[in-house]
């Protein structure tokens, strides 16, 4: 079943993450990095930083803290066992650090077709902010294969 194009636009539930430092710590040293300032606290704010930072991808493993984070795509009539994850991308506005209570605001911003609808894109944008403030927008693409379009092709 396609995606409704009118799911463009659509608002998805926002949440809101409080940044732990084990937590900073842990995805630090699981994606390899040694840099100390992302370790330890006493090396970030030696560098001028308030706390540990955030690694740039940290903030999409965010999207994921609340519950069954994937239903939006059920309530656009998804079958996920042809879900895909096509892209993601951030674009920083500023830096964000052990201590802040992120708010995530996830938005359906373009859905579109591929091979003769076969597959279906759908983006979304997620502006994460503090205290109003822009922190990033991150975006993400979703593929969905649609396989009685694939066998009809």
Known sequence: MPVPKDAVGRALP???????????????????ETDPRYLDVDAAVDAGYPDLPVPPTFL????????????????????????????????????????????????IAEVYEKRGGALEFIVVDTEVTRDGEPIATLTDTVVVRHPEQEAAR
Do not use: C, N, T
């Open 60 to 107: 999409f493993g965010l999207k994921l803290d609340k519950p069954d984070p994937m239903s939006w795509l059920a309530d656009l009539g998804v079958d996920p066992r042809f879900v895909l994850h096509g892209s993601q991308r951030y674009d920083y506005a500023r830096m964000a650090f052990a201590g802040d209570e992120l708010r995530l605001a996830p938005r």
């Open 14 to 32: 926002e949440h809101v993450a409080v940044i732990e430092r084990g937590r900073l710590r842990f995805f630090a040293e699981a994606i390899g």
